[in-house]
């Protein structure tokens, strides 16, 4: 089955420094893809959803990079605040249409962004 | 109010005893599921629903067994609980239809076995 990995467990940065976090998968017929961002005590808010191509995506203070020929999934906050500090998860999608879809979802990324 | 609930927010039990949690959806949505948040943080999905039809059913033990009585409504029973389902178990919902469906998410319930 798919496997999601993501880089890094644990990342600390100063405010107004990027951020960088990094998912590979392995199943190429994967076909959507998500960010969520999870603060502390909180549940699960997607950020971004991204769709089988090479594109890159701009919300509001990040950009989400897809490389579906590298299979990798990419997060760039460009300008952390310390309002940016949780937990960020990838997801990845592995089928196309259809009910019940479910998600596959990275190991995590712990970001605490310093003033 | 459109969301995701889940009650209760908190459950602490003794092991081999029986809980339930419930999720209820009001974003008129089809699918639910029900995914398990480990202390690592990690997440991996249990179960999906698709109008009170088992649709995903992961390798979980015999003792989970979701139960769902409308597509708006999916619940959680553990039958006897033990130390290793002590984790956040969330309940997200999301429309079939069209691939790729944003789940949403309820804020979780934490439970902790004795």
């Known amino acids: 089955g798919e496997q999601v990995e993501q880089r890094p467990p644990h990342l600390s940065v100063r405010e107004g420094d990027s951020a960088v976090i990094t998912c590979t998968y392995t199943?190429?017929?994967?076909?959507?893809f998500f960010w969520y961002k999870q603060e502390p005590g909180a549940s699960l808010q997607l950020l971004m959803k991204?769709?089988?191509?090479?594109e890159i995506n701009e919300g509001q203070g990040f950009t989400v990079l897809l490389n579906k020929k590298d299979k990798r999934l990419s997060l760039n906050l460009t300008a952390a605040h310390p309002g940016d500090s949780a937990a960020y998860f990838c997801?990845?999608?592995?089928?196309?249409?259809?009910?019940?879809?479910?998600?596959?979802f990275g190991t995590g990324t712990l970001l605490s962004v310093k003033p | 109010e459109t969301a995701v609930f889940q009650t209760p927010n908190y459950h602490v039990t003794q092991v081999g005893n029986e809980v339930s949690f419930n999720c209820k959806q009001t974003?008129?949505?089809?699918?639910m599921y029900w995914y398990k948040q480990d202390s690592k943080k990690l997440l991996k999905i249990m179960f999906s629903?698709?109008?009170?039809?088992?649709?995903v059913n992961e390798t979980v033990p015999r003792r989970f067994s979701p139960q769902s009585s409308d597509k708006a409504h999916l619940n959680l029973r553990i039958k006897s609980v033990e130390p290793e389902d002590s984790a956040v178990y969330l309940c997200?919902?999301?429309?079939?239809?069209?691939?790729?469906?944003?789940?949403?998410f309820g804020p979780g319930t934490r439970l902790t076995v004795l």
């Open positions: 997200a919902s999301s429309q079939s239809g069209t691939g790729g469906a944003e789940q949403f």
């Open positions: 199943d190429p017929n994967s076909y959507y």
């Open positions: 991204v769709f089988s191509s090479t």
């Open positions: 997801a990845v999608s592995p089928h196309y249409g259809g009910s019940g879809n479910k998600l596959i």
């Open positions: 974003l008129g949505h089809d699918t």
């Open positions: 629903y698709n109008n009170k039809q088992l649709i």
